[in-house]
């Protein structure tokens, strides 16, 4: 089973993701995970993208999509594979398609984390106090700037999955728990009526 996590940055979509992984063997595939450890380890890739991550600007839309389609070729992805922080813009979304089509492959669900924007300051500060590796983009003026990013360019994908008939909405406001539960539900994992 394939499934996108979407959300503005610090709904959850990281956390939410591991669980998933730990619990179903979906693999988690973070783009923004991947793009942290390629300027972690210096390559080509990793200098061509650290400024723009510290600036909270996105990467062209090629870079991730070649990113993503050497990742769901790999083997650990078979089961199924979780897309977090990926597709970021309408084209990305397009580009997704295509690649899947061609991989045999496709997308069960689009789950959209919502949140409430003010909360996400909160968070986004407690994520940099309580984090052992400080991210250069968790800061108030980088936060506003992604934002600003996620209701240009991101949120346009949400009617473009709605009219496919692929998106569920997850309430990104309620405890970790309880919205794991919501998309073990809306994944089949759990029924609906258990706490
Ligand atoms: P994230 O950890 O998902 O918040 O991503 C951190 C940063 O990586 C973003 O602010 C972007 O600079 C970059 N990034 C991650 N995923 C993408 C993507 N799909 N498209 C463009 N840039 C991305």
Redesign the pocket.
Known sequence: MNLILLGP??AG??TQAKRLEERYGLKQL???????AAIAAGTPLGQQ?QE??D???????A??LD??AERIAQPDCDRGFIL??????VP?AEGLDEMLARHGKSLAVVIEMRVDETALFTRIANRAALSTEK?A?DTEE?LRK?LG?YREQTAPIIPYYRDKGLLKVVDGMAEMDAVTHQIETILGFQSASAT
């Open positions: 940055p610090g979509k990281g973070s783009t923004g995970d991947m793009l942290r993208v723009i991550l600036r909270g600007d996105l990467v062209t839309d870079v991730m990113m993503i977090d922080g990926f597709p970021r813009t990305q991210r983009d980088t992604r990013i």
